[in-house]
């Protein structure tokens, strides 16, 4: 037998052995390369059949891509309210006392699907369905009667989704281009003083299964990144990392731990009476649910590195936190403040180099853009006092403008990680895998020019 031929078991025995050396556990499972060597039907395989088999749409290979688009493409996001202590009859409809509960609620456009359930036990059981409301006064949502009955929350929510692309397209007919003005969609959170904005999708094509997510019309996107370029007060060229998320892997982890919760209840005898959590339809696995983040700063490491860029940096979790009153503070400061640093830090040890800091010049935070009421008009305010400062907007981006004009400079300082010049040639010529361990690299030393 050649040297590169070899039993099909001694193929499998050869893999696991390399899992040892740093190949990834996850990516072996997912190519299913094993399962696909203890059923082969030749006695003795040639490496080149292993790698042709490999390479054969490999399930884990990520893409990076551009998103640009010229089009107003809105985003319904539904989310789920919290369930009320106590179901109460309030309605009378068809002889059946019933309860109607907000079960979910879009914040852009004001979408409720409500939850009906009736009160009293029939002979068939409980009668449950979902209705659709749309906020009064928003003829373009829909200029005619939605109330309709649906049997799931999820045909609810397709309804309601369906109104809204069809208000895009009648938007679009009128020549409307709406927040897509700018060929991106979240142009407005971005720290001021930066150039060259882009959004990043990290797609996953090859894998078995499609997700579609709720930020990009795009399937299996994995993780997305929204950068920014800046120069420091040396020249520096940096990448700003202006944020990283995965709407996969966070809809994905809620899903795993809502199933341990609901069979937590069952298991209690403390399960929901109205269903109010039968409308889960937990999204596809991924081979990147927790190696998601890795995989961006990686694909994000190796673009700064060939193009040119001196090191990535990032903006702290306060910024976040202050940028997405919306969202979980704490939760964004953990992220961008431990999660994130420890993760770029256990890469830059495969070449000894260490993080840094970078000092960045942008526009202090004294104001802040908001709403008088949902149908109101825009107006810049004083942070703390809310104190009402010049005249009243019609559009958000224009308010954004008269903000940025009464703002003072500012100096931010960010975490940054500064790529040597053997560090570049490494990352250019041998780029990183997707998964599993990076190993040790090129000992370097901290690039000259470095800040801090």
Not at 161 to 187: D, K
Not at 322 to 343: C, H, K, M, Q
Request: some cysteine; overall charge neutral.
């Amino acid at each position: 037998m050649y040297p590169d031929q070899r039993f099909p078991q001694q193929w499998i025995g050869t893999i696991r052995n390399l899992q040892k050396g740093g190949v990834s556990e996850v990516e072996v499972k997912w190519s299913k390369v094993l399962l696909g060597l203890s059923g082969f039907p030749k006695a003795h395989l040639h490496r080149d059949d292993v790698l042709e088999y490999l390479s054969e749409k490999p399930p884990c290979e990520l893409v990076l891509q551009l998103h640009i688009t010229d089009e107003y493409v809105p985003q319904v996001r539904f989310e789920k309210q919290s369930q009320p202590a106590e179901i109460i009859a309030n309605a009378l409809r068809r002889g059946r006392r019933e309860a109607r509960l907000l079960h979910y609620r879009d914040r852009t456009f004001g979408l409720c699907i409500w939850l009906h359930g009736e009160t009293d036990l029939g002979l068939f059981g409980r009668y449950v369905y979902w209705s659709l409301s749309v906020p009064h006064g928003r003829k373009k949502l829909a200029s005619h009667d939605v109330k309709r009955e649906f049997l799931t929350v999820q045909e609810a929510m397709a309804y309601g989704r369906l109104l809204i692309e069809r208000m895009a397209r009648r938007l679009r007919a009128e020549g409307f281009v709406g927040q897509t003005r700018s060929l991106n969609r979240f142009a407005r959170f971005v720290l001021p003083g930066g150039e060259k904005y882009t959004e990043w999708l990290i797609t996953a094509p090859n894998l078995p299964t499609e997700y579609w997510g709720e930020h990009f019309k795009l399937a299996n996107i994995v993780a997305h990144v929204r950068t920014t370029e800046r120069a420091t007060a040396k020249g520096l060229r940096l990448l700003v990392l202006e944020e990283i998320q995965s709407d996969w892997n966070q809809e994905l982890r809620k899903a795993i731990q809502e199933a341990r919760d609901r069979q937590q209840a069952v298991a209690t005898g403390e399960n929901f009476d109205l269903q109010w959590d039968d409308d889960i339809n937990p999204p596809p696995e991924n081979p990147y649910l927790n190696h998601w983040l890795d995989a961006a700063l990686r694909m994000m490491l190796v673009y700064a590195a060939s193009e040119g860029f001196a090191g990535i940096c990032w903006l702290p979790g306060q910024l976040h936190a202050e940028r997405f009153s919306w969202a979980n503070a704490d939760g964004l400061r953990t992220f961008y403040d431990r999660i994130v640093p420890s993760a770029v830090e256990k890469l830059a040890k495969s070449w000894g180099a260490k993080l840094g800091t970078v000092d960045i010049t942008t526009l202090s935070r004294q104001y802040k853009v908001t709403r008088l009421s949902v149908e109101g008009d825009w107006v810049v305010v004083k942070i703390g006092s809310r104190e009402k400062i010049g005249e009243s907007f019609a559009d958000f981006d224009k308010a954004e403008i008269f903000r940025q004009s009464k703002e003072s400079l500012a100096v931010e300082k960010l975490p940054a990680l500064f790529i040597s010049d053997a560090m570049r040639q490494d990352l250019i010529e041998h780029g990183l895998p997707y998964l599993g361990a990076v190993g040790k690299r090129h000992t370097v030393s901290q690039p000259e020019g470095k800040d801090s």
